[in-house]
């Protein structure tokens, strides 16, 4: 069995065959799926979803390209259900910052508050933190070794800096359709460096779509390819990568 730790299924992409992906996912064994908190304005659809479907569950958070459409008050609306399982996907992105300098200085200094703010809301609540790094992996070090979380959380979509591995007593690391890329040399080559006991599968659905299916829409379903590059890097069996992977998962997410 298997669980995505990381689908947008709260996605407009999915809108259409929702029912479809979610029977194609367990068809094949993926047992669970968590919805990342990413757009304030898809959270009621993630818990719509969540309520629908026992096996979905959802988190509350802002992704640092909303940073401006921060709420608190909402995610706090629906941190206690029971089907919110984690704060995020919250973090740094230094990506597609403004190009001025001034501008650039301001956004960074939104980001970082507002990824405080969730790592305090985060512990305010007892909830796991889901963490997103993108260009940014200084300062979010910096921040989470400042600011330690009481349940620890996962680096979603793991970018290969080895200077994060300084996080792996409190954090496990999400890998996705990243790694089966011909062009992931570097967390192909980082990746052995990571506990077993550390590793969470994830796809990012519909983003970051597994080869063969680069170009496609991804969706949970495709977790099995991921598993399967992840036992061939781990040197031991899928069904051993599965078992390791969601026993990983239902210990931080309480699932």
């Known amino acids: ?3 995505d730790t990381h689908t947008h299924l709260d996605d407009k992409r999915y809108d259409d065959d929702l029912d479809l992906v979610i029977s194609r996912a367990k068809e094949i064994g993926i047992e669970s799926f ?3 908190g990413a757009d304030p304005s898809s959270l009621q659809r993630a818990v719509e ?18 940073a401006s459409n921060y709420d608190r008050e909402l995610l706090e609306k629906y941190i206690t259900h029971d089907k919110c399982v984690a704060v995020g996907e919250c973090g740094l992105d230094y990506y597609r910052l403004p190009t001025e300098q001034d501008e650039i200085e301001t956004e960074k200094k939104l980001q970082k508050e507002i990824f405080l703010d969730q790592i305090e809301l985060a512990n305010k609540y007892n909830k796991p933190l889901i963490v997103h790094i993108r260009d940014a992996s200084s300062d979010s070090l910096e921040i989470l070794l400042s600011h330690p979380l009481k349940k620890g ?8 800096s080895e200077s994060l591995l300084k996080l792996k007593d409190s954090f496990y690391y999400g890998i996705g359709g990243v790694v089966t890329f011909k062009n992931a040399k570097k967390l192909i080559n980082v990746y ?7 590793l969470l599968i994830e796809t ?5 779509t597994p080869h063969p299916h680069r170009g496609e829409r991804n969706e949970p379903s495709y977790t099995k ?3 399967q590059k992840m036992a061939e890097l781990s040197g031991i069996s899928t069904k051993e ?15």
């Open 49 to 66: 979803i969540s309520q629908k479907y026992e096996s979905v569950y959802f988190a509350v958070g802002v992704h640092p390209y909303d």
């Open 225 to 227: 390819l991921v598993a």
């Open 241 to 255: 990568i599965e078992s390791i992977t969601t026993k990983n998962a239902k210990e931080l997410f309480g699932i």
């Open 192 to 198: 052995p460096k990571i506990p077993l006991e550390r």
């Open 34 to 36: 968590i919805i990342p």
């Open 204 to 208: 990012d659905s519909p983003y970051l």
């Open 153 to 160: 959380g996962v680096l979603h979509c793991y970018n290969a």
């Open 1 to 3: 069995m298997i669980i």
